[in-house]
């Protein structure tokens, strides 16, 4: 059956179409992986009924814990919308940071919510378009309002900076606050009343969060609000999965289009009729 193999080959030559077949199979193999892990998660979220969100609970405005238990905020919110829209059940899955491209990776969710888009966090998962953009701020004592006017005035060895690690806002820090002494925490709580508690000088973190801590502990810190960084914001999606990020790319310019974004954007970032609702 093979003799025109034998025939007509050399034994170098065959070790090389041995080599260029296996090779051309490996890629095959991986291109209809790919294929496959495309279409995994529509058909996932159409057979389940369900679209599944990670996020960590504590991130002001976009997901925080209400009073009566409930995940509630600006990413929330979209995430609600975007399950209604294609006609599934919404679940929100809140996951510690650290753990939240794990997460995503090993199924437990279809999308993060609320990542700042860096070129090292593309080598590991999809953004769709970014839906907000922010950058990062600073929240200081108040023992400091005469000493600190500029992130800049804290780039010395005798400040101490804290902020949650893992984040752009330790990123930041890191880059532009390299004098300083830098705490990280496991939480943006826990690192801002690092602060409040008169333990550290500074806390760096994205724009929206720090105007709202400001706004809800007037006299007790300091917001210096002009951003430092730029920042867009979007979902991550597992990598290779092409039909989904089309869903949301889609998504994002429809309700940007007819005042759903505005209307929700509005509620959370625009007025503070909700902050009585969460812990």
Sequence with gaps: MYKWIERDMTTNTLQQYCRHFLVSSALASAALSSFSAQADTIDHIQKSGELRLCFEAGYIPFEMT??????????????????????????????????????????????IAGMTVTQKRNLNVLFADSYIKMGQTVLISPKLKDKIHSYRDLNNSKYTVTTQMGTTGAQGAKKYLYNAKLDLFDTSADAVLQVMNNKADAFVYDFPYNAMYAAQHKGKIIHLDKPFTYEPVGWA???????????????????????????????????????????
Excluded: M
Excluded at 254 to 278: A, L, M, P
């Design 66 to 111: 209400s009073k009566d238990g409930r995940y509630v905020g600006f990413d929330i919110d979209l995430g609600k919308h975007l399950a209604r829209s294609l006609g599934v059940k919404f679940v929100p899955v809140n996951t510690a940071w650290d753990g939240i491209v794990p997460a995503l990776k090993t199924g437990k969710c279809d999308f």
């Design 237 to 279: 999606i597992r990598r290779g999965d092409q039909d989904f990020l089309n869903v949301l790319n889609n998504y994002i310019k429809q309700i940007k289009g007819d005042g759903t974004y505005q209307r929700i954007y509005h509620k959370w970032f625009e007025t503070d009729t909700w902050v009585s609702q969460v812990q």
